[in-house]
Protein backbone atom coordinates (compact mmCIF):
# COMPACT_ATOMS: atom_id res chain seq x y z
CA UNK A 1 0.00 0.00 0.00
CA UNK A 2 1.64 3.91 -0.78
CA UNK A 3 2.12 5.42 2.45
CA UNK A 4 -0.61 8.24 0.98
CA UNK A 5 -2.98 5.55 2.29
CA UNK A 6 -2.32 5.60 5.73
CA UNK A 7 -1.84 9.78 5.68
CA UNK A 8 -4.76 10.19 4.36
CA UNK A 9 -6.72 7.37 6.88
CA UNK A 10 -4.84 7.52 10.26
CA UNK A 11 -5.47 11.03 11.18
CA UNK A 12 -8.93 11.18 10.69
CA UNK A 13 -9.37 7.93 12.50
CA UNK A 14 -7.10 9.10 15.21
CA UNK A 15 -9.20 12.58 15.40
CA UNK A 16 -12.15 10.09 15.51
CA UNK A 17 -11.31 7.83 18.48
CA UNK A 18 -10.17 11.14 20.46
CA UNK A 19 -13.79 12.65 20.52
CA UNK A 20 -15.23 9.76 20.92
CA UNK A 21 -13.68 9.19 24.11
CA UNK A 22 -13.75 12.59 24.93
CA UNK A 23 -16.21 13.18 28.02
CA UNK A 24 -16.91 17.01 26.86
CA UNK A 25 -17.72 15.64 23.11
CA UNK A 26 -19.97 13.38 24.75
CA UNK A 27 -21.41 16.50 26.65
CA UNK A 28 -22.12 18.41 23.09
CA UNK A 29 -23.84 14.93 21.59
CA UNK A 30 -26.53 15.78 24.25
CA UNK A 31 -27.71 19.03 22.34
CA UNK A 32 -27.49 17.38 18.99
CA UNK A 33 -30.66 16.15 17.77
CA UNK A 34 -30.39 11.97 17.48
CA UNK A 35 -31.96 12.40 14.16
CA UNK A 36 -29.22 14.81 12.96
CA UNK A 37 -26.93 12.08 12.91
CA UNK A 38 -29.54 9.62 11.49
CA UNK A 39 -29.94 12.27 8.30
CA UNK A 40 -26.27 13.48 7.50
CA UNK A 41 -25.80 9.89 6.56
CA UNK A 42 -28.14 10.46 3.44
CA UNK A 43 -24.88 11.78 1.90
CA UNK A 44 -23.77 8.70 0.57
CA UNK A 45 -26.33 8.37 -2.16
CA UNK A 46 -24.41 11.25 -3.62
CA UNK A 47 -21.17 9.75 -3.55
CA UNK A 48 -22.29 6.39 -5.08
CA UNK A 49 -24.01 8.34 -7.56
CA UNK A 50 -20.39 9.68 -8.19
CA UNK A 51 -19.16 5.89 -7.96
CA UNK A 52 -21.38 5.17 -10.75
CA UNK A 53 -20.90 8.60 -12.56
CA UNK A 54 -16.54 7.24 -12.62
CA UNK A 55 -17.72 3.46 -13.76
CA UNK A 56 -19.58 4.52 -16.73
CA UNK A 57 -16.58 6.88 -17.62
CA UNK A 58 -14.53 4.20 -17.20
CA UNK A 59 -12.29 4.42 -13.86
CA UNK A 60 -14.29 2.56 -11.35
CA UNK A 61 -14.28 -0.82 -11.13
CA UNK A 62 -17.53 -2.46 -11.64
CA UNK A 63 -17.96 -3.87 -8.46
CA UNK A 64 -17.60 -0.60 -6.50
CA UNK A 65 -20.72 0.50 -7.63
CA UNK A 66 -24.21 0.42 -6.78
CA UNK A 67 -25.26 -1.74 -9.82
CA UNK A 68 -22.13 -4.44 -8.75
CA UNK A 69 -21.61 -5.45 -5.20
CA UNK A 70 -21.44 -1.61 -2.84
CA UNK A 71 -24.84 -1.69 -1.23
CA UNK A 72 -23.58 1.62 0.89
CA UNK A 73 -26.36 3.51 -1.25
CA UNK A 74 -28.89 1.45 1.36
CA UNK A 75 -27.43 3.61 4.35
CA UNK A 76 -28.47 6.87 2.74
CA UNK A 77 -31.53 5.90 1.15
CA UNK A 78 -32.66 4.74 4.81
CA UNK A 79 -31.53 7.53 6.70
CA UNK A 80 -34.37 9.45 5.13
CA UNK A 81 -36.86 7.19 6.32
CA UNK A 82 -35.14 5.89 9.60
CA UNK A 83 -34.85 9.44 11.11
CA UNK A 84 -38.20 10.10 11.16
CA UNK A 85 -39.47 6.52 12.26
CA UNK A 86 -36.74 5.99 15.15
CA UNK A 87 -37.23 9.74 16.38
CA UNK A 88 -40.37 11.63 15.04
CA UNK A 89 -43.45 12.76 16.86
CA UNK A 90 -41.51 11.93 20.30
CA UNK A 91 -40.48 8.39 20.00
CA UNK A 92 -37.20 7.47 20.64
CA UNK A 93 -36.11 3.99 19.13
CA UNK A 94 -32.40 3.15 20.45
CA UNK A 95 -32.65 -0.19 19.99
CA UNK A 96 -33.57 -0.13 16.08
CA UNK A 97 -31.28 3.00 15.21
CA UNK A 98 -28.34 1.34 17.08
CA UNK A 99 -28.64 -1.93 14.84
CA UNK A 100 -29.17 0.62 11.95
CA UNK A 101 -26.09 2.50 12.45
CA UNK A 102 -24.24 -1.03 13.01
CA UNK A 103 -25.57 -2.14 9.41
CA UNK A 104 -24.31 1.34 8.28
CA UNK A 105 -20.98 0.51 9.43
CA UNK A 106 -21.34 -3.41 8.28
CA UNK A 107 -21.81 -1.92 4.83
CA UNK A 108 -18.90 0.43 5.14
CA UNK A 109 -16.73 -1.92 5.86
CA UNK A 110 -18.14 -4.11 2.85
CA UNK A 111 -17.08 -1.35 0.14
CA UNK A 112 -13.75 -0.83 1.64
CA UNK A 113 -13.18 -4.90 1.86
CA UNK A 114 -14.09 -4.49 -2.08
CA UNK A 115 -11.88 -1.34 -2.58
CA UNK A 116 -8.55 -3.06 -1.19
CA UNK A 117 -9.33 -6.57 -2.93
CA UNK A 118 -9.92 -4.02 -6.28
CA UNK A 119 -6.75 -2.41 -6.35
CA UNK A 120 -3.60 -3.63 -8.45
CA UNK A 121 -1.70 -5.72 -5.24
CA UNK A 122 -0.86 -8.80 -3.56
CA UNK A 123 -4.85 -8.63 -2.11
CA UNK A 124 -6.19 -8.40 -5.85
CA UNK A 125 -9.09 -10.76 -6.36
CA UNK A 126 -11.19 -8.97 -8.84
CA UNK A 127 -9.18 -9.15 -11.88
CA UNK A 128 -11.39 -6.88 -13.71
CA UNK A 129 -10.35 -3.63 -15.54
CA UNK A 130 -10.06 -1.11 -13.94
CA UNK A 131 -8.34 -1.99 -11.16
CA UNK A 132 -8.96 -0.07 -8.17
CA UNK A 133 -6.28 2.40 -8.63
CA UNK A 134 -7.99 6.30 -8.96
CA UNK A 135 -8.49 5.79 -4.88
CA UNK A 136 -4.88 6.87 -4.37
CA UNK A 137 -4.95 9.93 -6.32
CA UNK A 138 -5.78 13.57 -6.13
CA UNK A 139 -9.10 14.28 -5.46
CA UNK A 140 -10.36 10.67 -5.29
CA UNK A 141 -7.63 10.03 -1.72
CA UNK A 142 -10.38 12.55 0.05
CA UNK A 143 -12.61 9.16 -0.43
CA UNK A 144 -10.51 7.74 1.99
CA UNK A 145 -9.37 9.97 3.90
CA UNK A 146 -12.38 12.36 4.38
CA UNK A 147 -15.45 10.85 3.29
CA UNK A 148 -14.72 6.96 4.59
CA UNK A 149 -13.93 8.49 8.42
CA UNK A 150 -16.68 10.71 8.08
CA UNK A 151 -19.38 8.37 7.45
CA UNK A 152 -17.60 6.19 10.39
CA UNK A 153 -17.55 8.74 12.50
CA UNK A 154 -21.31 9.99 12.11
CA UNK A 155 -22.42 6.59 12.85
CA UNK A 156 -20.13 5.95 15.74
CA UNK A 157 -21.44 9.29 17.17
CA UNK A 158 -24.89 7.82 16.72
CA UNK A 159 -24.05 4.66 18.62
CA UNK A 160 -22.23 6.85 21.71
CA UNK A 161 -25.12 9.20 21.57
CA UNK A 162 -27.55 6.51 21.76
CA UNK A 163 -25.74 4.26 24.58
CA UNK A 164 -25.58 7.44 26.86
CA UNK A 165 -28.90 8.44 26.62
CA UNK A 166 -29.99 5.08 27.54
CA UNK A 167 -28.11 5.20 30.42
CA UNK A 168 -28.65 7.86 31.84
CA UNK A 169 -31.97 8.54 30.57
CA UNK A 170 -31.64 11.77 29.36
CA UNK A 171 -33.54 14.55 26.89
CA UNK A 172 -30.49 15.34 24.45
CA UNK A 173 -31.19 19.00 23.92
CA UNK A 174 -32.92 20.77 26.91
CA UNK A 175 -34.93 23.18 24.72
CA UNK A 176 -37.12 20.10 23.24
CA UNK A 177 -38.53 16.84 24.68
CA UNK A 178 -37.94 13.60 23.66
CA UNK A 179 -40.51 10.91 24.96
CA UNK A 180 -40.18 7.23 24.25
Known amino acids: MPPRFLVAIV ?3 IGTLILLFSKRFGRLLRFIPPEWLI ?3 SFRIIMEV ?3 LGFTAGFVPFQMTFVGLNFDILVGLTALLAAPVFFGRGRFR ?7 NISGISLLINIIFISIISTPTTFRIFMNEPANTMIAEFPFIFILGIIVPFALAMH ?3 IKQLVSAEKSKINFNPFRSNKS
Open 11 to 13: PPF
Open 39 to 41: YIQ
Open 50 to 52: FLW
Open 94 to 100: TFEAIIW
Open 156 to 158: LFS
